[in-house]
């Protein structure tokens, strides 16, 4: 099955699946108003950690500890990476992307480092379970998957608790 997990309420698709509300879709939005309120730093942080605390919900679900990463693509130098690295510590976050590469293996810890970059649009990969139980996807328009068997509801209530939304594909 594959899980779609997003900030998007699905009340307000239309027919063919689009969202009908005017939202932010991507980092680069910071500074832009939608729907008379301007997208703040501190709004997109907050969006960006229910991302990072349902990855770690998924994991939980499977008893993951570790994760491949698959389909890497560098888009930039650190040097580059480090303006939009806000929040991040340099030397964790430089660390790990220097290493990163296709087929490495991450702990929890990494893996949400590199979910990050990704969802700042610095770098783009996919992370699969080491026992092949979940894969996670990340989307254009701030869009996230889980491909596995079965997310537990529990696992989906506490993602659905976190403020996201969480649609069966």
């Not at 239309?14 to 500074?31: L, P, R």
């Not at 068997?149 to 939304?165: A, C, M, P, T, V």
Request: charged share 30%; glycine share 4%.
């Amino acid at each position: 099955m594959k899980y779609r997990i997003t900030k998007y309420n699905s009340q307000y698709r239309v027919e063919n699946g689009a969202y009908s509300v005017d939202d932010w879709t991507s980092v680069g939005e910071i500074g832009k108003e939608f729907n008379g309120t301007k997208l703040s730093l501190e709004m997109y942080l907050r969006v960006e950690k229910k991302y990072l605390d349902s990855i770690s919900i998924i994991f939980k679900n499977f008893n993951s500890k570790n994760i491949i990463v698959k389909k890497m693509e560098k888009y930039f130098s650190f040097e580059e990476i480090k303006k939009k690295t806000f929040d991040m510590p340099y030397s964790k976050t430089e660390k790990i992307f220097k290493k990163a590469k296709n087929e490495m293996i991450l702990d929890l810890d990494e893996a949400l480092i590199l979910a990050t970059l990704v969802l700042r649009e610095l770098i783009w990969c996919e992370f699969t379970d080491i026992n092949n139980k979940f894969k996670i996807q990340f989307g254009y328009d701030y869009y996230m998957y889980c491909v596995c068997d079965n997310l537990k509801k529990n696992s989906i209530k506490k993602i659905e608790e976190l403020g996201l939304f969480v649609d069966i594909m």
